[in-house]
């Protein structure tokens, strides 16, 4: 069973920038892939950012060049740098991970961008 958690959400004004982290109960050096979603209202979670297990990483046109996703092994942690955020960013941030045993996801954290 892996427990994801995550923290860093908050408000902020457009053009900011904010940090996601998700840490993991599990080594995630063993995970197949991390990533993150979101959600906003009205609308189905979309993929905004993932992470494999060789290092490479993906994201949709929607947040490239404004969203990077990195890991901490040591940490068990992921995260997520967005820069330049939009009023259409705000959503429910969800980490994910995928690994031999199933998929997992986190409780999520609200991101709200707003002047």
């Known amino acids: 069973q892996v427990q994801l958690v995550e923290s860093g959400g908050g408000l902020v004004q457009p053009g900011g920038s904010l940090r996601l982290s998700c840490a993991a109960s599990?080594?995630?050096?063993?995970?197949?892939?991390m990533g993150w979603s979101r959600q906003a209202p009205g609308k189905q979670r979309e993929l905004v950012a993932q992470?494999?297990?060789?290092?490479?990483?993906d994201y949709p046109d929607s947040v490239k060049g404004r969203f990077t996703i990195s890991r901490d092994s040591a940490k068990n942690t992921v995260y997520l740098q967005m820069s330049i955020l939009k009023p259409e960013d705000t959503a429910i941030y969800y980490c994910?991970?995928?690994?031999?045993?199933?998929?997992?996801w986190g409780q999520g954290t609200q991101v709200t961008v707003s002047s």
């Open positions: 599990g080594s995630i050096f063993s995970f197949d892939a």
């Open positions: 992470i494999l297990t060789g290092g490479r990483t």
């Open positions: 994910w991970a995928s690994t031999r045993d199933g998929d997992y």
